[in-house]
């Protein structure tokens, strides 16, 4: 597993929160920006409400675009928020975009919810003590 230096994120989650919080935008002058960044996607917002459907906007994103990698990260949060099973994915975000990006190299097709679920188990399992494959 290495690092992808060239994805770029949008930011458009950090802005809602800041937005949320009442907090500006860090170099933002106080009569706003000059040129208005990227409107956040629906899944962000609903992730932001904490609406547990918002699994379910990153799905479609990634239906889109496999490799955004705001939507993969935003999955991960969201399927963390709904469901306390998929919460080891925060150890390693990275995973389920890697995994899917090598499925499709080999011509398999695979739900992003459940590749994460069942990453989400296995990194459970390795946490808990259970020994590695081929160990």
């Known amino acids: 597993m290495v ?3 060239t994805a770029r ?3 458009a989650r950090t802005r809602l929160i800041r937005q949320v919080l009442g907090t500006p935008e860090p170099g933002t002058p106080p009569s706003g920006p ?18 547990p459907a918002a699994a379910d906007g990153y799905v479609r994103l990634l239906a889109e675009d496999p490799e955004d990698p705001d ?9 963390a928020l709904a469901e306390p099973a998929a ?7 990275e995973l389920p975009r890697a995994v899917h990006r090598e499925l499709r190299v080999i011509g398999t097709t695979a739900d992003p919810r459940r590749l994460a679920r069942w990453l989400a188990a296995g990194i459970a399992g390795l946490a808990d003590g259970a020994p590695r494959p081929g160990a």
């Open 9 to 11: 994120w949008s930011h």
């Open 34 to 51: 000059s040129a208005a960044p990227p409107a956040p996607s629906a899944a962000e917002r609903a992730l932001i409400a904490g609406d």
């Open 71 to 79: 939507a993969w990260t935003g999955l991960v949060l969201a399927l």
């Open 87 to 93: 919460r080891p994915l925060l150890r390693r975000p």
């Open 3 to 5: 690092p992808d230096l």
